[in-house]
């Protein structure tokens, strides 16, 4: 009874060969990836990648977690602030101090108290947040800019249509081309305070539940972890309110936070997406949408954009 | 920046008053449900209560992980395996072995040799699975009876309609009235192999991720966890294939599992729900769907099934 389930995206080591007698077993969509051309793939640029190195485990066990930052036009004014901050090594030395099951782990200074550096860009004060995140810095359809979503699904709870850009989950309107970036496990968003506040990027979570979508359009979307999510959603759940430790010797150190760029070139992690754009793309979802794999007997008929994760794997040196 | 997202379900413990110059602060969720009138909490039956009693931490703190089981017409076949599993406490000494991330974590025996009790009932030989989970066990709609839906959601990406029944989310069919249970977080559901094996019981996993909505009428639910998912959603990542622990050290030893009736009176955990009939509950599914308090700017206008979590919480003795 191993094999009770399927992974969400598997891993496929070899696909059997279809015999004249036996038809060609259906994809899995792990499979359909793990098959896609080399082409199809996208490298991402290591400036796009956040390495965050917290304090080794209980075993000594190193415990690194890589956040790629959207590109634009999305939450750029945030995403300058985040590049700054890892710049001046602000976070080094701070910790994650919330894990909320089902929600968010979220990390920063515990004090409150730390400085940040002069330069931030104050979202609510420059421009970069209009109407209620309804402008520039979370919507892509900005300025005349028109452009159709990939793989476009239409049947959303929360929003009039869903699909992919560049590589990243989006959602829009009923009326109008403005999209915007939503909450979906991984999802990485800037914490703030009430409005107008809009939070500086110092204070960041990931989520590690069901997608919360309520927050679309309300906080910020900036990144996604690509990989050692599992050092932050396996932590211990703080038990204060809204998921803090509540004892501070429960917060978990980082170390530190830097863009890739600025590791040593050999330590600089690679990463490549499915890219969004493409054929493999459009098949991997439509087969997460309809598991005629093995194993599945009723396939959905559909699939809500957090239910399609876009494949990621480390690029393999050759 | 302590308050930087609202929980999902906050506990509330005081509401502002109104004074004339102030309007009424719109309520959250949490705050309806909180101050719902004790009619609309409805007590949940300690025989449908199913206790699980994990080996203590490395701290020595005890690990109680509590599963509501499935009222009637669901997957009654297998929920009446597991309480014939529990009573003869079958699963004592088995583990807990696999924690794959965003997706499941699973419990029963890991040496896959230890021998079920006579008696149980083989689902695909017995009449409880016809035609791939479609018809009784899984489906409300059988036999011609007829329900509406409370709180029914048309905007479904996996169904052609959702909602609640009996305090359970559910999905129906865009045509007839079949109704299932879904996968949202805490779901438990039944291991299986491939068709036509639908699985006896033994083994179960809950979801700790995303809701995998694709396995809905795939695998049965039968319950769902209603207090300690932490104990297994923190619990380390497996390794190995589809998150199973690779070194049996690993595993996380179960003590007990036991139907709630069979712990002595003073021990029986006592919880109760949000009746999904009541105006109370219409009005919480309406407040997380259309986020109007303070911290939110733009409210969604809708919310997925598995976003309008049933509020769940223990009885306070007096």
Known sequence: MKHLLLTAVAAVSFVLPASADEPAPVPSPGEIAATAPAADWTLIAPSDLLVMDLAPDAKGKPRRVVIQLMPAPFSQGWIGNIRMLAAVHWWDGTSVNRVQDNYVVQWGDATEKKALPEGLAVMAESGYVESGFASAGVHAGVGGTERLLSVPVKTDAFSGLTGFWDGWPVAGAKEGYHVWPVHCYGAVGVGRNM?????????????????????????????????????????????????????????????????????????????????????????????????RDPFFITPAGGADICNIPVPIRPVVAK
Chains 1, 2 share one sequence.
């Open 195 to 291: 409005s107008p506040d809009t939070g500086s990027g110092a204070e960041l979570y990931t989520v590690i539940g069901h997608a919360p979508r309520h927050l679309d359009r309300n906080i910020a979307v900036v990144g996604r972890v690509i990989s050692g999510i599992e050092h932050l959603s396996s932590l211990p759940r703080g038990t204060g309110a809204l998921g803090f430790y509540e004892d501070p010797a429960e917060r978990v150190g980082i170390r530190s936070i830097r863009i890739a760029i600025e590791l040593p070139a050999a330590e600089q992690p690679r990463f490549e997406y499915l890219s969004t754009e493409s054929d493999s793309f459009a098949r991997y979802a439509d087969a997460r949408a309809n598991r």
